[in-house]
């Protein structure tokens, strides 16, 4: 059976008419797609921006930590190597004060001997003058 060509030009505009109805369905879909998709992106951007401000970038933040925690603890060893210097200058005098005070009272009365002798000498030599 032959078919007559104002059927098939026909039969071929139906097809045409089938294909624009589905372009445009489908490009109706695509615009739907690209909408959803501009808004999860936004909705995307505004999430890193709440997980930025909340925390979100906590591994620079622990880098940050790190590095301060390392620079108190070199300057904390620094401190205490001072504060070992210095006590190192003053911590004999504090452990001997009872021996420099033991020290100043036998001189003091080693000096008051001395002079305690030379008044008698004196004393004795006069006594004996007279």
């Known amino acids: 059976m032959a078919v007559k060509p104002s059927e098939g030009v026909q039969q071929l505009r139906e097809e045409k008419e089938k ?7 489908i490009e109706k879909q695509i615009v739907q797609a690209t909408t959803l998709l501009n808004e999860d992106n936004e909705k995307l951007e ?14 620079e933040e622990k880098q940050n930590i790190i590095q301060k925690r390392a ?5 904390l060893d620094s ?3 001072e504060l070992y210097g210095i006590s190192a200058d003053i911590l004999p ?6 021996l420099l005070g033991n020290i100043k009272l036998q001189a003091t009365d080693e000096h008051n001997d001395s002079n305690n002798a030379a008044s008698c000498w004196t004393a004795r030599t006069a006594l004996f003058r007279i």
């Not at 505004?46 to 591994?59: C, F």
């Open 79 to 81: 401190n205490e190597e």
């Open 19 to 25: 294909a624009i109805a589905e372009l445009s369905k």
């Open 46 to 59: 505004e999430l890193h921006h709440a997980y930025a401000v909340k925390g979100g970038n906590a591994v």
């Open 71 to 75: 620079s108190l603890k070199a300057q």
């Open 93 to 98: 005098l504090t452990l001997v004060s009872d």
